[in-house]
């Protein structure tokens, strides 16, 4: 089925260990997006791409690394994780970044740092 | 940069009323996109509405509108007839220069 897969979707952690994040579409999407979700916060764009090669910050990028090799994958890296990042990983992609085309959403990753 | 707010976190309903959730936005993009997303107790994004910039009238989809109100910059979702299933996390959210802003949420309560 066509659509965004997140990789893994529940994970434990232990402050100062590192991880990465897979998100992959098959739809050949263009955009890309990293997101977390906090009680009261709502979704907070963390980094996205707006094509194979390219990243760009978002509205909370510390702490955070990405990486778009491939137009398929979006990878999120978190290098020292830290309790203040446990949190609701969602990962979002569109065909250009206008919601004329859609956004598909996968169904996120739950992250617990302890 | 574009920002998007919602000011009610919690609205209750009784069913088969209508309920409006309110949305606010402020972007210096001329050409912008609004939406809401549904997210109920499983925490999947559930697509509602699109309301472009440029669009003359306010979008429709079922029971749910947007209530398009550019000079006021609000992007309001109207819900008529409540049903129990539309109990959920609601977003606000917007489209802006390829980046896609979301709004704090609004928790809506349908009651029997």
């Known amino acids: 089925n066509a659509g965004v897969t997140q990789t893994p979707k529940f994970r434990v952690l232990k402050t100062g260990q590192s991880m990465t994040l897979l998100c992959a579409q098959d739809?050949?999407?263009?955009?890309m997006y990293w997101y977390r979700q906090d009680p009261g916060m709502g979704l907070r764009l963390i980094h996205y791409s707006v094509g194979e090669g390219t990243t760009a910050k978002g509205e909370v990028p510390d702490g955070y690394n990405v990486s778009r090799l491939k137009k398929q994958n979006f990878l999120l890296g978190l290098e020292s994780a830290a309790p203040s990042q446990t949190s609701v990983y969602f990962c979002?992609?569109?065909?250009?970044?206008?919601f004329g085309y859609g956004y598909t959403f996968g169904s996120g990753t739950r992250l617990t740092v302890v | 940069a574009q920002k998007i707010t919602q000011t009610q976190p919690g609205m209750f309903v009784q069913e088969k009323e209508a309920v409006t959730l309110d949305c606010t936005y402020d972007?210096?993009?001329?050409?912008?996109?609004l939406f809401w997303y549904k997210q109920p107790s499983s925490g999947e994004m559930i697509f509602l509405i699109y309301q472009g910039s440029y669009d003359q009238q306010n979008a429709t989809e079922g029971r749910y509108s947007l209530n398009f109100q550019k000079a006021r910059k609000s992007a309001n979702l109207v819900i008529s007839a409540s049903q129990l299933g539309d109990s959920a996390m609601y977003f606000c959210?917007?489209?802006?220069?390829?980046?896609?802003?979301f709004g704090q949420g609004t928790i809506l309560t349908v009651h029997p």
């Open positions: 739809m050949n999407h263009e955009y």
């Open positions: 979002a992609s569109s065909y250009a970044g206008d």
């Open positions: 959210g917007g489209t802006s220069y390829g980046k896609l802003t």
């Open positions: 972007t210096s993009d001329p050409s912008y996109g």
